[in-house]
């Protein structure tokens, strides 16, 4: 019983490369989310997807980041020509959704760590 | 709109002692309240969770009760252990509202 999976979990990229980052939620939950978080920080929320489609992208940069979530495949999070501020851990979570009884429970993937040098 | 407040960190303690974390939320409605701990290089864990009022969420001898009076979620443990040190992190889910994540507080015990 696989739980979220994000890979990969590190990830070096020099200024103005391209960073893809994965998250594969557990099975049967069809919403995801993706968070940041900088050294000795909390957690920043980025956006809330479902599949095709975006539901919240209200803590995502305007420019270079994206993200989708796909019928079929993992949903990903891309940072175009990175700079050197993007480094940071991004946390990808998974839930059921609200359905039935009983609390949303997220539940988070090991993270995935970018350094931009 | 939602919002969660923790207190200030970090807090460090000695082996054996009692541990209270305070919570506070704002929402309207009845949200969902959660503790999530975070070890060293790891991603969150849900550690436990209450969903209404006067509920009392427990867990490795962590517990929090959902007070709606005073819009508070305290974290308590009664004996914490150097195993304990890790960052602890409320939270709020406002149905079919984005979960909101308090800064974390880190906990640091001493042997």
């Known amino acids: 019983n696989a739980g979220v999976m994000q890979n990969p979990r590190h990830l070096v990229r020099r200024r103005g490369q391209e960073a893809r980052l994965r998250c594969s939620p557990m099975k049967g939950h069809s919403h995801v989310y993706w968070y940041r978080q900088l050294p000795e920080e909390g957690l920043k929320f980025m956006v809330y997807?479902?599949?095709?489609?975006?539901?919240?992208e209200s803590g995502m940069p305007k420019e270079r980041f994206s993200a989708e979530f796909p019928k079929e495949g993992p949903s990903i999070l891309r940072i175009q020509q990175v700079v050197r501020g993007d480094s940071a851990a991004y946390f990808c979570?998974?839930?059921?959704?609200?359905?039935?009884?009983?609390?949303?429970?997220?539940?988070f993937g090991a993270g995935s760590r970018l350094t931009v040098l | 709109g939602n919002s969660v407040t923790q207190m200030e960190g970090p807090v460090t303690l000695s082996e054996e002692a009692f541990l209270t974390i305070n919570c506070t939320y704002t929402a309207t409605g009845y949200p969902s309240l959660f503790w999530y701990v975070q070890y060293p290089g790891e991603g969150l864990q849900l550690l436990l969770k209450?969903?209404?009022?006067?509920d009392k969420g427990s867990n490795k001898g962590f517990e929090a009760t959902y007070r709606k009076e005073t819009t508070s979620f305290h974290l308590e443990k009664g004996s914490v252990q150097v195993s304990d040190s890790a960052v602890y992190f409320c939270a709020l889910d406002n149905y079919g509202q984005n979960f909101v994540f308090g800064p974390g507080t880190r906990l640091s015990v001493l042997p």
């Open positions: 979570a998974s839930s059921p959704g609200q359905g039935g009884s009983g609390a949303n429970v997220l539940t």
């Open positions: 997807l479902q599949k095709e489609n975006i539901i919240d």
């Open positions: 209450a969903t209404k009022a006067d």
